[in-house]
């Protein structure tokens, strides 16, 4: 589909069986003249267990949007339900955010920082300790909790920053250009840790990309964004079998889904 998003019955699955429901959402920044609109009447839902991405040209939204389902920011208009309650604040029971930089704290070891998030909830610090070791481990990082974060290699952080967005086990899990910064190969091998991680989790995951590589290999569903002000105008299924393999790649399917995502970016923006 191309143009404005059309908004029918067959668009929206019923309440109960939305791991995240965005309804009418619109983001607006400033106001009067200097009124800049991010985000302009997006609606989708997003299916338990599901991997979604987000693709769109720069500016569009995507960030924003992500951001309002995590509760960091507040829509405008319309309204935004995880697990079929509003998200109005962050809440790390519902939903957990991985960001373009890992953020980790310095002076804190690999399983402190995971845990931090438990311990500012004054979950007791054997729990504590138990459950980041289990997230840790679960990242391919077993054997490097005591390494300070300038002992890790740039992928290594984020996999630390991945487990602390799992620590609390959010049934949501929202992404920003988690592998942006990393180079292009260690950017697939994180591609496939996520997808490890994502298969034994079955976490929901909405995963913000430029990469339409990335977006292809990784999506069950890639939502295409317009240009500034946001709005969703395709939604493509990718039917690719999983487990994702690199061969995939050069495949026509893999090829005819980049670039359909690609002719609707260029001719929207």
């Known amino acids: 589909m191309g143009g404005a998003e059309v908004r029918t019955l067959a668009n929206v699955t019923p309440l109960r069986s939305a791991a995240v ?37 720069s500016g569009c939204g995507k960030s924003s949007l992500l951001m309002m389902m995590a509760g960091l920011r507040h829509p405008t ?28 704290y310095p002076w804190l070891t690999a399983e402190q920082n995971v845990e931090f998030p438990l311990s500012l909830r ?9 459950k980041a070791r289990e997230r840790l481990q679960l990242v391919g990082l077993a054997g490097f909790e005591a390494r300070f974060p300038h002992e890790l290699s740039g992928g290594m952080k984020q996999r630390v920053s991945i487990a602390r967005g799992l620590v609390q086990n ?4 929202l992404m920003d250009e988690p592998f942006a910064a990393l180079d292009e190969q260690t950017r697939m091998t994180m591609g496939d840790e996520l997808l490890r991680i994502w298969a034994e989790t079955r976490k929901t995951v ?8 990335e ?22 299924k990718v039917e690719l079998p999983r487990p994702r393999t690199y061969e995939m790649l050069g495949g026509e399917l893999f090829g ?11 001719s929207a923006a």
């Open 122 to 130: 004054r979950v007791p610090k054997a729990e504590r300790r138990d």
């Open 170 to 173: 959010p049934p949501v899990l």
């Open 77 to 104: 208009d319309g309204r935004i339900l995880v697990e079929g309650r509003p998200i109005a604040d962050p809440d790390p029971n519902r939903v957990g955010v991985v960001f373009q930089e890992p953020s980790l």
């Open 21 to 57: 429901r965005i309804d009418g959402v619109t983001q607006v920044y400033g106001s009067g003249q200097d009124a800049v609109t991010a985000v302009d009447d997006v609606s989708f839902d997003v299916e338990p267990g599901r991997f979604v991405v987000l693709v769109g040209p």
């Open 256 to 266: 005819g889904l980049r670039d359909r995502i690609w002719r609707q970016i260029r």
């Open 215 to 236: 977006a292809v290999y990784l999506a069950d569903e890639v939502l295409v964004m317009s240009a500034r002000p946001g709005r969703i105008i395709d939604r493509i």
């Open 206 to 213: 909405v995963f913000v990309t430029h990469s339409l590589t």
